[in-house]
């Protein structure tokens, strides 16, 4: 781990705000998913109790539209099982597996 100190008051204010500002967003972006998960639950409930649809059944492709309200779309998402390449085809799996940095700010303030 690197530790850097800073000697320039006006530069440590200002990382700090910005730190902080990191601090806000991340509370506000965990408490807004919150949100926006509740609201697709209460909708699904919706479905499920008043109009006897299912949206964890619906077939990929479907679309649900409750008028004025939402468009609820069933798409997929493409995932990729690196265990089973790993076990398929170790040779290749090895040759083109790379490490991609990820950036985690976890701010001090």
Do not use: Y
């Not at 998960?37 to 964890?56: I, N, Q, S, V």
């Not at 779309?73 to 991609?100: S, W």
């Amino acid at each position: 781990m690197k530790t850097f100190k800073v000697t320039d008051p006006t530069v440590a204010a200002t990382l700090q705000r910005a730190a902080k500002t990191i601090k806000q967003a991340n509370g506000m972006f965990a408490a807004a998913k919150k949100m926006a998960e509740a609201g697709k639950a209460a909708l699904a409930d919706w479905l499920k109790t008043e109009r006897e649809t299912d949206l964890e059944t619906l077939a990929i492709g479907e679309l649900i539209s409750i008028e004025g309200v939402a468009l609820i779309e069933i798409g997929k998402m493409n995932k990729f099982d690196e265990a089973k390449f790993q076990l398929a085809q170790p040779e290749t799996h090895a040759q083109f597996k790379r490490d991609v940095a990820v950036k985690k700010f976890k701010p001090l303030v």
